[in-house]
Nanobody, 119 residues
Framework: QVQLQESGPGLVKPSQTPSLTCTVS??????????WTWTRQSPGKGLEWMGV???????SFSPSLKGRATISRDTSKNQFSLQLSSVTPEDTTVYYC???????????WGQGTQVTVSS
């Protein structure tokens, strides 16, 4: 059974660079054609796509993040991580990692991890 589990720092201060990690079980993140996505759910904004890492490690990001996001992975641990730089209180929300079947079809989601940006 495929499972995704996010983990993160919870509370961070403005201007910091939190790292969120998604641990995947039951499926390899290097499996051909599959991709791994970070999204976030903001009140009043709906679901926001942040970025994706393909099975070969290539990445793509939403222009709205203005270069603040990076995604890395540790294949030995079957994990991929989101780093978001220069956070502000507007980045406060729940972050989700999601499996993309390669066609933009999301089929497995983590339960989400709350990140709160506050001084």
């Amino acid at each position: 059974q495929v499972q995704l589990q996010e983990s993160g720092p919870g509370l961070v201060k403005p201007s910091q660079t939190p790292s969120l990690t998604c641990t995947v079980s039951g499926f390899s993140i290097t499996t051909t054609y599959y991709a791994w996505t970070w999204t976030r759910q903001s009140p009043g904004k709906g679901l926001e796509w942040m970025g994706v890492m393909g099975y070969m490690g290539s990445t793509s990001f939403s222009p709205s993040l203005k270069g603040r996001a990076t995604i890395s992975r540790d294949t030995s641990k079957n994990q991929f991580s989101l780093q978001l730089s220069s956070v502000t209180p507007e980045d406060t929300t729940v972050y989700y990692c999601v499996r993309d079947r390669g066609s933009g079809e999301y089929d497995y989601w983590g339960q989400g991890t709350q990140v709160t940006v506050s001084s």
